[in-house]
């Protein structure tokens, strides 16, 4: 069965209709429409230093562990823009290179998670009140202390081996 259960443009309960190369979809009888699911989409970030050798790491909402920058790309918001905004409304950091390296459905979420490696050239982030604490680390520093288990390791472990454990 499907996780949509009513459609999103005129609240009617929707049923499963089968679409050709695609299968049973979400159909909509009152607006004649396929349904397809709705989901979030964030980016991560492997922030790193001009010379490659540190990873920021941060810690949020009073966790003990470290993670990745992150943040929800908003409605008509290019990925890559929501990287600027985000290191610039979380740490005050201009990225001066974006670039792509996975994605990754998080189903604990509902989240499209897409990771990218931004370098920025400041060296001393201005944190806003988001960031309860960051720490520049060197990579072997950076794998030992982001959290383990997580999605965030995960892309971490992904982008220096070039091997991702989803």
């Known amino acids: ?12 309960l929707l049923t499963e209709k089968y679409l050709e190369n695609e299968g ?3 159909y909509c009888e009152k ?7 709705i989901f979030s989409t964030a980016v991560s970030m492997i922030c790193m230093n001009e010379e490659r050798d540190k990873v920021l790491l941060i810690r949020q909402y009073g966790r ?7 943040g929800y790309v908003t409605k008509g918001e290019d990925a890559e823009d929501t990287c600027q905004r985000e290191l610039m409304e979380e740490l005050s ?5 974006i670039h792509f390296n996975r994605s990754h459905y998080f189903a ?25 604490e960051y720490h520049w680390f060197t990579v072997g520093e950076a794998r030992k202390n982001i959290r383990p288990n997580s999605l ?7 982008y220096f081996t070039k091997k991702y454990d989803f």
């Open 152 to 158: 965030a390791q995960k892309f971490l472990e992904g």
């Open 24 to 26: 049973n979809i979400p």
């Open 93 to 97: 950091l201009t990225a001066e290179e």
């Open 64 to 70: 003990p562990s470290y993670i990745l920058v992150a």
């Open 108 to 132: 604990p979420s509902n989240t499209l998670m897409l990771n990218f490696t931004v370098i920025v050239k400041e060296s001393e982030p201005k944190p806003n009140s988001e960031i309860d």
């Open 1 to 12: 069965m499907f996780e949509l259960k009513y459609c999103p443009q005129c609240g009617t």
């Open 31 to 37: 607006c004649g429409d396929y349904r397809f699911p």
